[in-house]
């Protein structure tokens, strides 16, 4: 079993569409998580970390519940400028990032 | 906008030179990466380094190595290059607290002819 495991893509939506992505990560010792966003060919960048309580930047909102060791982030009235893929990834003490597959969200007028 | 930065961004070299991909950042960041991603593919983590003189395998095994001898410096080389290492190279760095966000430079396109 992987990691970090997520939704397989691609997600095609139209403009002003309410998207979901699912996370599941395997190690229980994990302990901090990211959404990072890659355009095609460029290098991820952070979209947002994820907190215990939840947060929400703009129309983007991340969760994560431990105890099912799920993360999901929810993206609120699509634009173009969303698509992209969209990388789940896991931090533990003592290791490196770990990043998921990433699921490819294309966004259409 | 993050100070990491990747030299050179594309390259083209023939099979069996030796190679060398320039990364450096200016955060202080203790922690540095180097990840191999295909073209539309996940990301593989190669190397990573926890500071000065520290270095790791990731988990996708890799016939090149890496050094870090100043902060700021983690070269990855390639002692005779292949056409299976064409690929694109990432390297990434972050503080030494869990919880802080890594920072990507630009990759290295590499093609080996």
């Known amino acids: 079993r992987k990691e970090v495991e997520q939704d397989p893509g691609p997600f095609n939506v139209p403009e002003g569409a309410t998207v979901a992505f699912n996370c599941t990560y395997s190690n229980s010792a994990s302990q901090s998580f990211f959404w990072y966003r890659q355009d095609c060919r460029k290098e991820p960048k952070l979209l947002m970390s994820?907190?215990?309580s939840g947060n929400e930047d703009g129309r983007f909102t991340a969760q994560l519940n431990r105890a099912s060791q799920y993360i999901s982030l929810l993206i609120r009235d699509s634009k173009l400028s969303d698509s992209a893929t969209y990388l789940c990834v896991v931090n533990q003490a003592g290791t490196a990032l770990i990043f998921g597959k990433g699921t490819t969200l294309s966004v259409s007028s | 906008e993050a100070d990491i930065y990747q030299t050179p961004r594309y390259l083209v070299i023939g099979t069996g030179k030796k190679i060398t991909l320039e990364c450096s950042q200016t955060m202080g960041h203790d922690k540095m990466y180097w990840y191999q991603q295909d073209p539309g593919m996940e990301l593989h983590l190669i190397h990573y380094s926890y500071g000065v003189n520290s270095t790791e395998k990731g988990d996708l095994s890799s016939e090149s190595t890496v050094s870090r001898i100043r902060t700021e410096h983690f070269p990855l080389t390639l002692e005779s290059a292949r056409p299976s290492h064409t690929s694109q190279y990432l390297c990434?760095?972050?503080?030494?607290?869990?919880?802080?966000?890594?920072?990507f430079g630009q990759g290295t396109r590499l093609t080996v002819v």
């Open positions: 994820v907190y215990s």
């Open positions: 990434a760095s972050s503080e030494s607290a869990t919880g802080v966000k890594a920072f």
